[in-house]
């Protein structure tokens, strides 16, 4: 099983929208998938609401229980987790780190959020997990400012995932049905970005980027 935590103590920085698009491109890929959410807002599991329907399963889980739930998930067959964390929450965000194989954490290249994420890199280094800052809502084009940005962020002792998701309305719009970029808007721009996360991860992870031929519900 494969477990992805998405971790910033940033509030609005994407973690969600990473977490419900990288769940939904799992469950595209065919790996029986697992959103859980543990942030008492529960957006992702609104989200689930939204989409009525358990591709994936999402589940929520305050941090106390997180363990539990990843064994349980485990047990019916869960072949991929994406965990979804609150923001200004350390507790609930090293619990995640914990659980994870892969930790990603989205950033704006923007002042505020890379002052702020000095407090997600200290949290990262007691721990010896890979983890990437992923550059999120970021101008279209503009590779001086990501340059920038991950100098910065570089310098915290964080690396930087080769790929960013820049600021565009398929995922805010996406997001909001209970759907994700991939789908409402398959050959968009938003689309082609996540699968270039999507394959980056998996090779971070070990995984292929294509498991069954048609997605198992859990
Ligand atoms: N790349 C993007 N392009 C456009 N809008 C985005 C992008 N990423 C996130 N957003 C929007 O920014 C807002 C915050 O994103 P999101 O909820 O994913 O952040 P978050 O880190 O989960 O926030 P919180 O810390 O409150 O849980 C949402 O309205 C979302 O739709
Ligand atoms: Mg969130």
């Known amino acids: 099983m494969i477990t992805i935590a998405l971790v910033s103590q940033k509030g609005g920085s994407g ?4 977490a ?23 957006t992702a599991a609104a989200w689930g609401d939204w989409r009525g329907k358990t591709d994936p399963e999402v589940i929520t889980a305050p941090p106390a229980r997180l363990a539990r739930v990843i064994e349980d998930a485990q047990k019916l067959g869960a072949e991929f987790l994406v ?16 659980a994870a ?18 407090a997600t890199a200290d949290l990262i280094r007691s721990t010896r997990k890979a983890a990437y800052v992923v550059f999120n809502a970021t101008p279209p084009r503009a590779p001086a400012l990501i340059a920038d940005a991950s100098k910065m962020v570089e310098s915290f002792g964080l ?10 309305a398929a995922f805010n ?4 049905n209970g759907r994700t970029a991939v789908e409402t808007e398959p050959r968009g721009k938003a689309a082609e970005e996540i699968d270039q996360l999507w394959k980056w991860l998996c090779e971070r992870a ?12 859990l």
């Open 83 to 98: 965990i979804d964390t609150p923001p200004f929450a350390e507790a609930a965000a090293r619990e995640a780190v914990k």
């Open 20 to 42: 419900t698009h990288l769940a939904a491109k799992a469950t595209q890929a065919g790996y029986v998938t697992c959103l859980i959410d543990t942030d008492p807002q529960a």
């Open 206 to 217: 070990s995984t292929p980027p294509q498991k069954h031929a048609s997605g198992k519900a």
């Open 173 to 176: 719009h996406s997001t909001a």
């Open 15 to 18: 973690k969600t929208t990473l």
């Open 101 to 118: 194989d892969v930790v990603l954490i989205p950033c704006r290249p923007r002042a505020f959020d890379l002052h702020a994420i000095q």
């Open 159 to 168: 690396e930087v995932a080769p790929m960013s998701l820049a600021e565009r």
